[in-house]
Nanobody, 124 residues
Framework: QVQLVESGGGLVQAGGSLRLSCAAS????????VGWFRQAPGKEREFVAA????????YYADSLKGRFTISRDIAKNTVHLQMGSLKVEDTAVYYC?????????????????WGQGTQVTVSS
């Protein structure tokens, strides 16, 4: 399994931007899909975005297209999630996730590894 180390959460005002990062520890992301889920208080964990490391193909939750961008830094074995035009409703704990295989991440039940989570709080 890949161990995932997240960074980049914090407090930002509505309309602002944040970048989250997820690095692999112990092995590379080769042959994995990597991305993010988020979970707000009292809500289920939901898919945000993913990238297939080998193919470079990207996947987004429909509601977040245009505001969030996922990318990979091959040299640093790191995935980034650039979040823009943030809204109060984007407030959640964001979890990096990985799944070995082709395509995207799939549902939460299919995830192989989870990061520890990083808090993103958007104030009005």
């Amino acid at each position: 399994q890949v161990q995932l180390v997240e960074s980049g959460g914090g407090l930002v005002q509505a309309g602002g931007s944040l970048r989250l990062s997820c690095a692999a520890s112990g092995r590379t992301f080769s042959s994995y899909a990597v991305g993010w889920f988020r979970q707000a208080p009292g809500k289920e964990r939901e898919f945000v975005a993913a990238i297939n490391w080998s193919a470079g193909s990207t996947y987004y939750a429909d509601s977040l297209k245009g505001r969030f961008t996922i990318s990979r830094d091959i040299a640093k074995n790191t995935v980034h999630l650039q979040m823009g035009s943030l809204k109060v409703e984007d407030t959640a704990v964001y979890y990096c996730a990985s799944r070995r295989g082709i395509g995207g991440l799939g549902p939460a039940a299919t995830i192989d590894s989870w990061g520890q989570g990083t808090q993103v709080t958007v104030s009005s």
